[in-house]
C-alpha cells in the first residue's frame, strides 16, 4: 500500500513570497490533516478535512494561510505572503477511521 | 482534550525493554489514549491506542492504570531503530472525527 505522498521535500524562499504544497493521502483515507511543526515542538493541527469538506480550520492562520481539498483526494495548502516563522516541517496525515493517522514525510519550509 | 505529562527525554538499553509513562490526570470517560511515535526527519508514526483495557500489538503494549490516570507505553525489546520521540496523546470523538493533539513528548534514546 502507497503511503501519504507530499511534495516537494524541500523549499526555501523569501519573506513575503507564496508558497504551495501538496498532498496526495493514502487511497480511500476520507479524512485529511496538515500539521505544523516548528523545530523542537510536536506538531499543531492546521486544518482537516473529510473528504472535502473542513472538519476544523481553527487553528489555520486565515489571513495568509489557505487550503483546498478539491475532489476530495488530494489537497494543497498555500501561504501568502510568508513570514519568517512559517518557517517549520508542514505535515499532511490521512485516515481511513479517524483513530490512526498515517503522516507522509512532510515538506520542510525555510522562509529567509 | 485533556492534557498529558511526559518526561522529557529517556535513555534505554538496547534489548531491554523501554517503559514510557505518561501521566493523563484530568482524562474524561470517553477519551482514547494515543501513541505515536516520530523517528528523526520522518513523519509521525501511530504505534498503538486504548481505551481502558491494556493493549498490545507487534510494535508494542500498552498499559493503562484501572483509575485511567496514568499509562505506560511498552517497547518488550528495543533497539536502535526505536530511538525516537514519543508522543502520549489524550482524544475523544466530536462529532464523529477525531483531533489528535500533539505535545513536546519523551525523547527515547536506545544506547548500544
Known amino acids: 500500500e502507497a503511503g501519504v505522498a507530499q511534495s516537494p521535500r524541500y523549499k526555501i524562499i523569501e519573506k513575503r513570497q507564496s508558497v504551495a504544497f501538496w498532498c496526495n493521502p493514502i487511497s480511500g483515507h476520507a479524512t485529511l490533516y496538515w500539521y505544523q511543526q516548528i523545530l523542537g515542538q510536536g506538531p499543531k493541527l492546521l486544518i482537516q478535512?473529510?473528504?472535502?469538506?473542513?472538519?476544523?480550520d481553527s487553528q489555520l492562520p486565515k489571513d495568509r494561510f489557505s487550503a483546498e481539498r478539491l475532489k476530495g483526494v488530494d489537497s494543497t495548502l498555500k501561504i501568502q505572503p510568508a513570514k519568517l516563522e512559517d518557517s517549520a516541517v508542514y505535515l499532511c496525515?490521512?485516515?481511513?477511521?479517524?483513530?490512526?493517522?498515517?503522516f507522509g514525510p512532510g515538506t520542510r519550509l525555510t522562509v529567509l | 482534550d485533556a492534557k498529558t505529562t511526559q518526561p522529557t527525554s529517556m535513555d534505554c538499553a538496547e534489548g531491554r525493554a523501554a517503559n514510557l509513562p505518561c501521566n493523563h490526570s484530568?482524562?474524561?470517560?470517553?477519551?482514547?489514549v494515543y501513541w505515536y511515535r516520530q523517528i528523526h526527519s520522518q513523519g509521525p508514526q501511530y504505534i498503538i491506542h486504548?481505551?481502558?483495557n491494556n493493549e498490545t500489538n507487534e510494535m508494542a503494549s500498552l498499559i493503562i492504570t484501572e483509575d485511567r490516570k496514568s499509562s505506560t507505553l511498552i517497547l518488550p525489546h528495543a533497539t536502535l531503530r526505536d530511538t525516537a520521540v514519543y508522543y502520549c496523546i489524550v482524544s475523544a470523538p466530536s462529532g464523529g472525527y477525531q483531533k489528535v493533539t500533539f505535545g513536546t513528548g519523551t525523547k527515547l534514546q536506545v544506547i548500544p
Open positions: 486504548g481505551l481502558k
Open positions: 478535512f473529510q473528504n472535502n469538506g473542513v472538519v476544523d
Open positions: 484530568t482524562i474524561s470517560g470517553n477519551e482514547y
Open positions: 496525515a490521512s485516515s481511513l477511521s479517524g483513530l490512526e493517522q498515517f
